[in-house]
């Protein structure tokens, strides 16, 4: 189970994709800790973001708040957690928005495994004491946040095992401005919200867009 909620996130990964979310958490008041290999890039990015906004290690984000983000390259996840220590996400909601990409610089990226196995459930075998819901993994980092559409803006797919969790977590995205979430079920479902991944990344090149979004409609 989940902690009681406080208003403090780590954010591991201080990319695209980690520095839009450490902003979205910091525009709505939450104080932040983003853990990242280079602290001293990110002096000019800290300054210009308005909040309260730490920059360490990946330990210290780990161990700041009971809610993390997993926002790096999914070839590094497991290495990320390894160097942050898995006994400080222990109660911790870890929202995991990585996937296992291999891109070989010729044509859209693959999956690097799948089918039977996912990065979100090796992330969550890799934090035994954590309640991983793998969100934001199948939009760009650019509607991650206060998202825009020229149609409504559709909930967002999310998975895991621990249904309070995935309540929290549903909670967190209505904040960043989603109608809320589709659960696709447990960590399992991870094998196939990754896999919408590669066929995100073709759809946008076929309509030269980042902005899109896949929605269930009936």
Not at 54 to 79: E, K, R, T
Not at 133 to 151: E, G, I, L
Not at 209 to 216: D, E, G, N, Q, Y
Request: with cysteine.
């Amino acid at each position: 189970m989940v902690d009681d909620a406080t208003d403090e996130v780590g954010v591991l990964g201080s990319g695209d994709v980690g520095r839009t979310l450490a902003r979205g958490f910091a525009d709505r008041g939450w104080d932040v800790e983003v853990g990242t290999r280079h602290p001293e890039s990110l002096a000019e990015w800290v300054a210009a973001v308005e909040g309260d906004v730490g920059v360490g290690s990946f330990a210290s984000a780990a161990a700041h708040g009971d809610v993390a983000v997993l926002a790096v390259q999914g070839d590094a996840a497991l290495d990320v957690l390894e160097l942050a220590g898995p006994e400080r996400f222990a109660g911790t909601l870890v929202l995991d928005t990585t996937n296992p990409l291999a891109v070989d610089g010729d044509g859209p990226p693959a999956l690097s495994f799948g089918g039977t196995d996912s990065l979100g459930e090796r992330v969550q075998d890799a934090l035994p004491d954590a309640a991983v819901v793998k969100c934001f993994n199948t939009v760009s980092h650019v509607q991650m946040v206060d998202p825009y559409f020229s149609a409504a803006t559709p909930p967002l797919f999310v998975c895991g095992d621990d249904p309070d969790a995935k309540d929290r977590a549903e909670s967190i995205v209505v904040d960043f401005g989603w109608p809320g979430v589709i659960d696709a079920g447990d960590v399992t479902a991870a094998r196939y919200l990754e896999a919408l991944v590669p066929l995100w990344v073709r759809v946008g090149e076929l309509f030269d867009t980042h902005r899109h979004a896949f929605a269930v409609v009936e």
